[in-house]
Structure formats: C-alpha cells, structure tokens
C-alpha cells in the first residue's frame, strides 16, 4: 500500500499536482490512476521478464516495476501518435493494451 501511494504522489502519477477537490472529479480521477497503475504494474511484469531491471550495489532495483511498466506504456503511446501507420509501433501498443486483459 505505501508503494501504491508514492507512485501516486511522487513516482510519476503526481496526483497532488491535480488539487481537485470535487467529490466527483475526484472518484473519476482515482479510477483512472487505480486502473493505470494496475495496467502499468502488469506492463512492468512483462517488461522485467523480457529485459530484467538492473540491480543496484544495495540489492534494490534500479527502477520500480510500475515505473518501468510505465515508462513502456509512455514509449508505446509516443509511438504510436508519431507513427500511427508503422507496424512496429501498432504492435508494441497492442502488447501493452493487452496487458488491461484479466486473463
């Protein structure tokens, strides 16, 4: 849960920059930040496991794996809007996309 709470605070979500203090922006934005961080947790997972996150001298990991999953998802979506016709860059958002599956 702490982990959960600094993604969303500091490690790319930034979700106190928002200052949204309407009870209904407010549900709708923690949707999209629960639901993006499960997606980009799950990105991260397969990431690891294709090109694994190096370890530092004090036997952490250089990157969170929601961070790295994130930083695939922001790759892939990059590519996409820059080169929405090349395949490599439909195939690589259509792997991710298919990590929000539940099977």
């Not at 999209?32 to 947790?41: D, I, Q």
């Not at 799950?42 to 694994?52: L, M």
Request: hydrophobic share 45%.
């Amino acid at each position: 849960m702490e982990c959960l709470f600094k993604h969303w605070k500091r490690s790319g979500f930034d979700l106190e920059a928002t200052h949204l203090t309407h009870p209904d922006r407010l549900s709708t934005l923690l949707a999209l930040v629960t639901l993006t961080s499960v997606w980009a947790w799950r990105v991260g997972e397969t990431e690891q496991e294709r090109a694994p996150i190096p370890v530092l001298a004090h036997s952490r990991l250089a990157l969170s794996v929601v961070r790295y999953g994130l930083n695939a998802l922001k790759s892939a979506l990059v590519n996409l809007l820059w080169n929405p016709f090349e395949t490599r860059s439909i195939s690589k958002f259509l792997a991710c996309a298919g990590k929000l599956s539940p099977t």
